[in-house]
């Protein structure tokens, strides 16, 4: 890369292959992906190496709207964009927000969720985070006993936030702000925040990734003008490019994409009025429009160290991933359900402390960096903050010490807030102004306006917090005036929190958005957009974690267009390469499930060779598959490049074998169960963590599609809060309950067990059921031969909902006061390739799309592709195991469980269970009976 100043170069044009316009984090990464293609990319930005007034100033907007913040405070001009003093807060968006959901005009996406997952785990590493895990992942592994009792499912789901580690001091100025001032800084929307004290700075970040390309040129002080089009309007040519003494340059590429943040790609566009006296791209009047951000609003305050229950449920949380430890912040937010029922929009609750000091450990950890960095004042006024608070002391070294929890701070003032999503209303909109600019640009004009329906949301959102507080007896915080006052009150105190989004929208339908589904302009070739402008919806979530992955989604989307198009200047990218998996057995799973799908999918998995016991087993799979094949498990782990194993080995030796497994140091894929003792389970368990592996446990029956489908309903809130699931006799014991767990949610927490055995002519019928701490119920009824029977009537898995029920076939939707309609769940087929499945709900007919269609995988095999897939992402892209050993091992747990209270007469037994302890009290049992019975007179 080449970092070059505008102002030194007095070229009149420029030719490259492609252009970035904008160097924050949207541009540069995308400048980043694309490195190693042999593209020659231009990245054009309009500041300086970092952001000074003058260049600031073009960011300078007239306002008719609702207050915003000063462009200061919420836009950077300068390499590395906003990233220069964002707080780095990052999270998902959730599944509801990509849905149309009927009560919002314009809502949904016309992407799946799916179709970001990947992206959001690659995402992860540009932005400093841990895993990303979703919400249900996040609760079940962070719960800890203060979330006990759990908040109201029908009310509220769980939302989970991480912040990003950079190297600077990304978000201080928040900080310093926050403690000068905190009643000045509670009442300034943007210093929410409170996190990390280090978000990536994207330029510091990419620089030298970036200085390693030839290919990269960056250019400062390079502000785009206008983007111009071939004289047909319909195809990108070039952009005019001012330097700030007003004199232009011209940038020709095939490939332009605007990515100058939320509010400036609208103005370019509608200032590229060469073509078209509307503005490029808005032949249907939708540039500019739908303008959202996020507003921040009070729903409560505890004054002093007040709330610590509600401080410690609301707060960070550490989450062990190999070797390090990171912060999840966690929150909440209204249950799809709730929102489908009041007909409202996504909103969240989180909490931010301000002022204050951190707790008496941390001042002690500051005193003996201070004393080792010999800093006198440093070291003395810290030791003096621990010395004045010996109580803190003691209860912050029992939180860290022997809860391994963060210890609670001391803040002056804890602010409980939510943040709706925006309604989109078109008149909420970016439009040019009459005034200019330095430069003689067109100001951006904004009218931003709020919606009755934020305020109703932020209304229920409040009530349904504090009757929840209230249920839990947790201390009550103060209440806003707002809530008494109305709704003008509550407008008067929002400002936009830094995240203006949705201007571009992402549509299928050209009269309702901007860019389609790649983040192309419609009607325009070679012209796309990056950043939140592309955002169909803003959902309530902070968004630079889903514009980096649209970013990156982008630029692969980009390089497949390359290698398809055989005009381009630059042929040389490549496909991301394919996933390399190494097999350890080769029985009857290999041969009639990872065969196939590896055949099926050769464009994606590649087999690095697969290690079985017997040399002739070696060569009957090596003349079967044509796959490199041997008997040396450990010379097979060692070769170059392998993402991960998969252990395929005889059912009956696994707890004998997986152990060493762990030995070999790769991430593993072990077939299900995960074990048969729990003893055993629990040792592996123990190896894995210490060994630090990734380890994914291939439970199919989740992954079904039908079970996909299931899931999806469920996720939207389609039959309200899921109260209880059963397998009637449907699937296998291990099957049985992951699947049953992963329906009603795995972070729900098991409490108690009961199993009753009955002897139904040659059937050993097991009739279990797990009670939950909320009070839900999972019923498990199995038998082996009860499947077998043709007098026995087909099995099924139902889900009850407060609102639906869903079986196998067929799902019901609506309670007793709504008229409940059943609808059947169609398979769609082609010449017997499953295409995708569909029911018909409340919201319309809900697909569920099967991702490899086309390769003649059956259900079994859909589900294990998934699961590989997604193992591939965890091995690649830290993302968290598709089904992890230890839920694996819990499902082994909570099936003894079950048979240990039948073997002892059905009595409920409580969880979590230990097997060790229940001999103990079994054999004392029958030992005390023993006696009693010998005492008798
Ligand atoms: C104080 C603050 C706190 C924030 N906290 C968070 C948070 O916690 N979590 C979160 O997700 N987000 C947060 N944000 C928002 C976050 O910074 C943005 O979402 C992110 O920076 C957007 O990235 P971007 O690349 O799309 O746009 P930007 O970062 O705005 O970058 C756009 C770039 O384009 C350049 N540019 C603009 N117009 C032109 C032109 N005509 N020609 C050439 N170059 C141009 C600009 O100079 C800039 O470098 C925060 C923002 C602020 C200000």
Same mark, same amino acid.
């Given at each position: 890369?080449?970092?070059?100043?505008?102002?030194?170069?007095?070229?009149?044009? @420029?030719?490259?292959?492609?252009?970035?316009?904008?160097?924050?984090?949207?541009?540069?990464?995308?400048?980043?992906? &694309?490195?190693?293609?042999?593209?020659?990319?231009?990245?054009?930005?309009?500041?300086?190496?970092?952001?000074?007034?003058?260049?600031?100033?073009?960011?300078?907007?007239?306002?008719?709207?609702?207050?915003?913040?000063?462009?200061?405070?919420?836009?950077?001009?300068?390499?590395?964009?906003?990233?220069?003093?964002?707080?780095?807060?990052?999270?998902?968006?959730?599944?509801?927000?990509? @849905? @149309?959901?009927? %009560?919002?005009?314009?809502?949904?996406?016309?992407?799946? /969720?799916?179709?970001?997952?990947?992206?959001?785990?690659?995402?992860?590493?540009?932005?400093?985070?841990?895993?990303?895990?979703?919400?249900?992942?996040?609760?079940?592994?962070?719960?800890?006993?203060?979330?006990?009792?759990?908040?109201?499912?029908?009310?509220?789901?769980?939302?989970?936030?991480?912040?990003?580690?950079?190297?600077?001091?990304?978000?201080?100025?928040?900080?310093?702000?926050? =403690?000068?001032?905190?009643?000045?800084?509670?009442?300034?929307?943007?210093?929410?925040?409170?996190?990390?004290?280090?978000?990536?700075?994207?330029?510091?970040?990419?620089?030298?990734?970036?200085?390693?390309?030839?290919?990269?040129?960056?250019?400062?002080? =390079?502000?785009?003008?206008?983007?111009?089009?071939?004289?047909?309007?319909?195809?990108?040519?070039?952009?005019?490019?001012?330097?700030?003494?007003?004199?232009?340059?011209?940038?020709?590429?095939?490939?332009?994409?605007?990515?100058?943040?939320?509010?400036?790609?609208?103005?370019?566009? &509608?200032?590229?009025?060469?073509?078209?006296?509307?503005?490029?791209?808005?032949?249907?009047?939708?540039?500019?429009?739908?303008?959202?951000?996020?507003?921040?609003?009070?729903?409560?305050?505890?004054?002093?160290?007040?709330?610590?229950?509600?401080?410690?449920?609301?707060?960070?949380?550490?989450?062990?991933?190999?070797?390090?430890?990171?912060?999840?912040?966690?929150?909440?937010?209204?249950?799809?359900?709730?929102?489908?029922?009041?007909?409202?929009?996504?909103?969240?609750?989180?909490?931010?402390?301000?002022?204050?000091?951190?707790?008496?450990?941390?001042?002690?950890?500051?005193?003996?960096?201070?004393?080792?960095?010999?800093?006198?004042?440093?070291?003395?006024?810290?030791?003096?903050?621990?010395?004045?608070?010996?109580?803190?002391?003691?209860?912050?070294?029992?939180?860290?010490?022997?809860? @391994?929890?963060?210890?609670?701070?001391?803040?002056?003032?804890?602010?409980?807030?939510?943040?709706?999503?925006?309604?989109?209303?078109?008149?909420?909109?970016?439009?040019?102004?009459?005034?200019?600019?330095?430069?003689?640009?067109?100001?951006?004009?904004?009218?931003?306006?709020?919606?009755?329906?934020?305020?109703?949301?932020?209304?229920?959102?409040?009530?349904?917090?504090?009757?929840?507080?209230?249920?839990?007896?947790?201390?009550?915080?103060?209440?806003?005036?707002?809530?008494?006052?109305?709704?003008?009150? %509550?407008?008067?105190?929002?400002?936009?929190?830094?995240?203006?989004?949705?201007?571009?929208?992402?549509?299928?339908?050209?009269?309702?958005?901007?860019?389609?589904?790649?983040?192309?302009?419609?009607?325009?070739?070679?012209?796309?957009?990056?950043?939140?402008s592309v955002f169909s919806t803003p959902?309530?979530?902070?968004?630079?974690?889903?514009?980096?992955?649209?970013?990156?989604?982008?630029?692969?989307?980009?390089?497949?267009?390359?290698?398809?198009?055989?005009? *381009?200047?630059?042929?040389?990218?490549? /496909?991301?390469?394919?996933?390399?998996?190494?097999?350890?057995?080769?029985?009857?799973?290999?041969?009639?499930?990872?065969?196939?799908?590896?055949?099926?999918?050769?464009?994606?998995?590649?087999?690095?060779?697969?290690?079985?016991?017997?040399?002739?087993?070696?060569?009957?799979?090596?003349?079967?598959?044509?796959?490199?094949?041997?008997?040396?498990?450990?010379?097979?782990?060692?070769?170059?490049?392998?993402?991960?194993?998969?252990?395929?080995? /005889?059912? *009956?030796?696994?707890?004998?074998?997986?152990?060493?497994?762990?030995?070999?140091?790769?991430?593993?894929?072990?077939?299900?169960?995960?074990?048969?003792?729990?003893?055993?389970?629990?040792?592996?368990?123990?190896?894995?963590?210490?060994?630090?592996? &990734?380890?994914?446990?291939?439970?199919?029956?989740?992954?079904?599609?039908?079970?996909?489908?299931?899931?999806?309903?469920?996720?939207?809130?389609?039959?309200g809060p899921v109260n209880a699931v059963?397998?009637?006799?449907?699937?296998?014991?291990?099957?049985?309950?992951?699947?049953?767990?992963?329906?009603?949610?795995?972070?729900?927490?098991?409490?108690?067990?009961?199993?009753?055995?009955?002897?139904?002519?040659?059937?050993?019928?097991?009739?279990?059921?797990?009670?939950?701490?909320?009070?839900?119920?999972?019923?498990?009824?199995?038998?082996?031969?009860?499947?077998?029977?043709?007098?026995?009537?087909?099995?099924?898995?139902?889900?009850?909902?407060?609102?639906?029920?869903?079986?196998?076939?067929?799902?019901?939707?609506?309670?007793?006061?709504?008229?409940?309609?059943?609808?059947?769940?169609?398979?769609?087929?082609?010449?017997?390739?499953?295409?995708?499945?569909?029911?018909?709900?409340?919201?319309?007919?809900?697909?569920?799309?099967?991702?490899?269609?086309?390769?003649?995988?059956?259900?079994?095999?859909?589900?294990?592709?998934?699961?590989?897939?997604?193992?591939?992402?965890?091995?690649?892209?830290?993302a968290p195991a598709p089904y992890s050993?230890?839920?694996?091992?819990?499902?082994?747990?909570?099936?003894?469980?079950?048979?240990?209270?039948?073997?002892?007469?059905?009595?409920?037994?409580?969880?979590?269970?230990?097997?060790?302890?229940?001999?103990?009290?079994?054999?004392?049992?029958?030992?005390?009976?023993?006696?009693?019975?010998?005492?008798?007179?």
């Amino acid at each position: 890369m080449s970092l070059r100043d505008l102002r030194a170069e007095d070229s009149s044009s @420029h030719e490259h292959d492609l252009i970035v316009i904008g160097s924050g984090p949207a541009g540069l990464v995308l400048a980043t992906e &694309l490195m190693g293609t042999g593209l020659k990319v231009a990245v054009l930005e309009s500041g300086g190496e970092e952001a000074d007034e003058r260049s600031n100033a073009l960011n300078d907007f007239q306002s008719i709207g609702q207050r915003r913040a000063h462009h200061d405070e919420v836009r950077c001009r300068g390499f590395g964009g906003s990233s220069a003093m964002w707080t780095g807060r990052c999270g998902m968006l959730d599944a509801i927000d990509f @849905h @149309h959901r009927p %009560w919002l005009p314009r809502s949904g996406w016309p992407i799946e /969720p799916r179709a970001l997952r990947q992206f959001y785990h690659r995402a992860g590493a540009y932005l400093g985070l841990a895993a990303t895990l979703d919400d249900s992942q996040a609760a079940q592994s962070l719960f800890d006993a203060d979330d006990s009792p759990p908040w109201d499912t029908a009310l509220f789901s769980n939302e989970v936030w991480q912040y990003s580690n950079g190297e600077n001091e990304g978000g201080s100025l928040i900080r310093q702000l926050a =403690a000068a001032d905190v009643t000045e800084a509670s009442g300034i929307g943007i210093l929410q925040h409170s996190g990390r004290t280090k978000a990536v700075n994207f330029a510091e970040r990419l620089r030298q990734p970036l200085l390693q390309s030839s290919d990269i040129d960056i250019f400062l002080h =390079a502000t785009a003008m206008e983007i111009e089009t071939r004289p047909d309007g319909r195809t990108a040519r070039s952009v005019l490019v001012a330097r700030p003494d007003g004199t232009t340059v011209r940038f020709h590429a095939r490939t332009i994409i605007l990515a100058c943040g939320g509010i400036e790609n609208a103005r370019l566009l &509608l200032a590229s009025r060469s073509a078209n006296p509307k503005g490029l791209g808005n032949d249907a009047d939708q540039v500019g429009r739908y303008l959202t951000d996020h507003h921040f609003t009070e729903i409560g305050r505890f004054e002093g160290p007040k709330g610590a229950m509600v401080r410690r449920r609301l707060g960070s949380r550490w989450h062990a991933d190999a070797d390090t430890r990171t912060i999840y912040q966690m929150g909440i937010r209204s249950s799809p359900a709730i929102q489908r029922e009041r007909g409202l929009l996504n909103a969240t609750i989180h909490m931010t402390e301000f002022g204050g000091q951190p707790n008496a450990l941390s001042t002690l950890a500051s005193a003996v960096r201070g004393a080792k960095a010999r800093d006198k004042d440093g070291f003395l006024s810290s030791l003096s903050s621990t010395a004045k608070r010996p109580r803190n002391l003691l209860a912050a070294a029992n939180d860290r010490l022997i809860h @391994h929890r963060p210890p609670l701070n001391s803040p002056e003032l804890t602010l409980l807030g939510c943040v709706v999503e925006q309604e989109l209303d078109p008149d909420s909109r970016v439009t040019l102004s009459e005034e200019s600019n330095w430069l003689g640009q067109p100001m951006a004009k904004l009218d931003w306006r709020l919606s009755d329906l934020e305020y109703r949301t932020a209304q229920a959102v409040a009530g349904d917090f504090h009757a929840e507080l209230q249920r839990l007896g947790h201390d009550m915080p103060a209440r806003p005036d707002w809530l008494t006052s109305g709704q003008e009150a %509550w407008a008067a105190q929002l400002l936009d929190l830094a995240h203006p989004s949705c201007t571009t929208r992402m549509s299928d339908d050209p009269a309702s958005g901007v860019v389609d589904a790649n983040c192309k302009i419609h009607g325009i070739d070679g012209l796309y957009v990056a950043g939140s402008s592309v955002f169909s919806t803003p959902g309530h979530m902070n968004p630079t974690h889903t514009i980096v992955s649209l970013s990156i989604r982008l630029a692969d989307h980009l390089k497949g267009k390359i290698v398809d198009n055989k005009d *381009a200047t630059a042929a040389q990218a490549k /496909p991301p390469s394919r996933i390399r998996i190494g097999f350890i057995g080769g029985g009857h799973r290999v041969a009639n499930i990872y065969a196939p799908i590896m055949k099926a999918l050769e464009n994606r998995f590649e087999v690095a060779g697969i290690a079985t016991k017997t040399a002739a087993g070696a060569d009957r799979i090596a003349a079967e598959t044509g796959w490199p094949a041997g008997t040396d498990i450990a010379a097979l782990a060692g070769q170059e490049g392998i993402d991960f194993l998969v252990a395929a080995l /005889p059912s *009956a030796s696994i707890d004998e074998t997986y152990p060493g497994l762990i030995d070999l140091g790769l991430p593993l894929f072990l077939e299900t169960p995960f074990c048969w003792s729990e003893i055993k389970g629990r040792q592996l368990l123990q190896k894995i963590d210490k060994a630090g592996l &990734l380890v994914g446990v291939a439970e199919q029956f989740p992954f079904m599609p039908e079970a996909q489908l299931q899931r999806k309903i469920i996720e939207l809130g389609l039959i309200g809060p899921v109260n209880a699931v059963m397998n009637d006799f449907c699937a296998y014991d291990y099957h049985g309950i992951g699947l049953l767990r992963t329906l009603i949610g795995r972070e729900r927490r098991a409490i108690n067990a009961n199993g009753r055995q009955a002897r139904i002519g040659d059937e050993d019928w097991l009739l279990g059921s797990i009670g939950l701490e909320d009070g839900g119920l999972i019923a498990h009824n199995y038998s082996a031969r009860y499947r077998q029977s043709d007098a026995r009537p087909a099995g099924d898995i139902r889900i009850y909902g407060d609102r639906g029920t869903i079986m196998s076939d067929k799902m019901i939707f609506g309670d007793a006061a709504t008229a409940p309609a059943g609808s059947n769940v169609i398979r769609n087929e082609d010449a017997g390739d499953l295409a995708g499945l569909s029911v018909e709900t409340p919201d319309g007919i809900i697909n569920w799309h099967n991702p490899f269609h086309g390769s003649g995988l059956n259900d079994e095999q859909i589900a294990v592709a998934e699961l590989l897939v997604r193992m591939g992402d965890s091995a690649r892209y830290q993302a968290p195991a598709p089904y992890s050993a230890s839920s694996a091992l819990e499902d082994v747990e909570l099936l003894a469980a079950m048979r240990y209270s039948a073997d002892a007469g059905g009595g409920s037994l409580g969880l979590p269970f230990s097997p060790v302890t229940q001999k103990v009290r079994r054999k004392a049992r029958q030992v005390s009976t023993r006696l009693l019975r010998r005492n008798r007179p």
